[in-house]
């Protein structure tokens, strides 16, 4: 399986998913900390991978979004953005709607 | 080290834009705004993509840490307006 084929399957396996490093409890960026606490706040079940366990998803996911830096969230295989994306759909209440309609 | 108007100047040669402010002292996070018309229109996603495509690798090497906010002209208008 490629690295490709492998992400695509993640995005498809989980409705919200957040590509970070570290987990939930132990994010590993200021970024990824970020990033789930706007999806706690958010009322978000949400599943994550940890790029740092995994070098290729951690240089494929920049590919395949056609973004260059981790965090990276998708709802509904969809690429909603980065930590300054999900910080501006919180602040204007947009991504609550996105989540609770996924 | 990387200063704030090193990757001023690499937007700002690299896209169309009418505004950029980069912040930051450490060499390693930094803040920008990007105004410009060509995002009229756009999501935010390829918004920063532009500016990502306009830092042109950079974000692989030598940034460690850059928050972006983009803005069309009428938004930065907006609020600049707001913030009087």
């Known amino acids: 399986m490629t690295t490709e084929d492998k992400i695509s399957n993640l995005i498809e396996?989980?409705?919200?998913?957040?590509f970070m490093k570290g987990n939930p409890k132990f994010p590993q960026c200021g970024f990824s900390s970020l990033a789930c606490q706007i999806l706690d706040a958010s009322g978000a079940n949400y599943e994550t991978v940890d790029v740092l366990q995994d070098q290729?998803?951690?240089e494929g996911i920049k590919t395949y979004s056609n973004w260059p830096t981790i965090p990276q969230l998708y709802i509904n295989k969809e690429f909603i953005g980065g930590a300054d994306i999900m910080?501006?759909?919180?602040?204007?209440?947009?991504?609550?709607?996105?989540?609770?309609?996924? | 080290m990387l200063s704030p108007i090193d990757i001023k100047n690499v937007i700002q040669r690299n896209m169309q834009c009418e505004v950029v402010e980069v912040k930051g002292d450490d060499g390693a996070h930094f803040e920008a705004i990007i105004v410009s018309n060509i995002f009229d229109n756009m999501s935010s996603v390829k918004q920063h993509q532009l500016v990502y495509k306009?830092?042109?690798g950079m974000m692989n090497e030598e940034i460690h840490a850059l928050s972006?906010?983009?803005?069309?002209t009428l938004q930065w208008e907006?609020?600049?307006?707001?913030?009087k």
């Open chain 1, 87 to 102: 910080r501006e759909m919180y602040e204007s209440g947009e991504l609550t709607k996105v989540i609770s309609g996924s």
């Open chain 2, 68 to 72: 972006i906010k983009t803005f069309t």
């Open chain 1, 13 to 18: 396996e989980n409705k919200i998913l957040l």
């Open chain 1, 56 to 58: 290729d998803v951690r």
């Open chain 2, 78 to 83: 907006e609020f600049k307006n707001g913030e």
């Open chain 2, 54 to 56: 306009a830092l042109d």
